[in-house]
């Protein structure tokens, strides 16, 4: 029997096979990019939600309870066309912010005093603890005899919602502040003032900002939920007369408007805060 002749394999030969090909850099998509190809995802989910929903309607959800797009947005382009949106749509605006004002000054610096002032504390904080844990809906019949129907009535119910959010992100916000930070602070000469300019302040204002964003939608509600109870104006008057005339689309509709509104002041809110905490992310700019 003859044997088969081995070729000897050279170590060149083992290197090459043994040698991993180079990695590929991963592709990195610019930012522009990204938003677009965002937004196309976006509308593309949209669009497929709203054709499903004009396919489904009246064949397996009964027209009357969840109406149609298009009937929706020939609703809305009628209260576009003579003015009942625009009307209602700034009444709203006017008294979403007017109530966000209100509840967040009165928040902030009353939040601020209980934290930063020891004994103030002490003594006001179960009295606001005694007010938040009264259910909201019970001052609307008092609030109607104090200040009527008007635009009053709608800021007072929306503010006594925002400012217990936003004073209890100020209180904590103060509380949480570094007390070896402030000491090293009056070490270096500071006096009372400059430690709460410089220290306090910023501080909590990360705790601020967080509490300003989630009011932003609570000032709405209660705007809303006043407009619904008392009032002849609002979207939530619009939203309460579509369903008190079982009109689906009229009721969409309303709640259209009421998430403009909403992205409105969000984005108002949200710039103010960005702006307010440009120092919290100057130095990581440039990374």
């Known amino acids: 029997m003859t044997a088969v002749p081995v070729e000897p394999v050279r170590e060149s030969q083992v290197a090459t096979k ?7 850099a991963p592709v990195r998509i610019s930012e522009s990019r990204r938003r677009i190809e ?3 995802l976006q509308i593309l989910l949209i669009g497929s939600f709203l054709l499903l929903w004009e396919y489904a309607s009246d064949r397996w959800v009964p027209k009357l309870m969840v109406s149609k797009p298009s009937d929706i947005g020939r609703t809305i382009w009628q209260w576009l066309t003579d003015g009942t949106f625009a009307s209602n749509l700034w009444v709203t605006l006017q008294a979403t912010l007017g109530g966000f004002l209100l509840g967040t000054t009165a928040g902030m610096v009353l939040g601020f005093i209980t934290g930063s002032i020891r004994r103030v504390g002490e003594v006001l904080q179960p009295v606001v603890t005694a007010f938040y844990t009264l259910p909201r809906l019970a001052l609307a019949p008092l609030f109607l005899l104090w200040f009527g129907l ?14 217990f959010l936003v004073y209890y992100n100020t209180y904590f916000g103060v509380r949480e502040v570094s007390r070896e930070l402030i000491s090293a602070v009056r070490i270096m000469g500071a006096n009372h003032l400059q430690v709460i300019t410089r220290v306090i302040i910023p501080s909590a204002l990360v705790w ?22 008392a009032s002849d104006q609002g979207m939530g008057f619009l939203l309460a007369r579509g369903a008190s005339q079982f009109s689906a689309a009229q009721t969409f509709a309303a709640i259209f408007g009421l998430m403009v509104v909403a992205l409105i002041v969000d984005d108002i809110i949200t710039r103010i805060t960005n702006y307010a905490l440009r120092w919290k992310t100057a130095g990581t700019a440039n990374q």
Not at 18 to 24: D, M, N
Not at 150 to 163: C, D, K, L
Not at 211 to 225: D, E, N, R, T
């Open 208 to 229: 601020v900002a967080a509490g300003l964003k989630i009011s932003v939608p609570y000032s709405l509600v209660g705007v809303v939920v006043a407009e619904m109870l």
């Open 150 to 163: 008007g635009m009053e009535f709608r800021i007072m119910f929306s503010a006594t919602i925002v400012f």
């Open 18 to 24: 043994s040698r991993k090909a180079p990695r590929r």
């Open 38 to 40: 965002n937004l196309v």
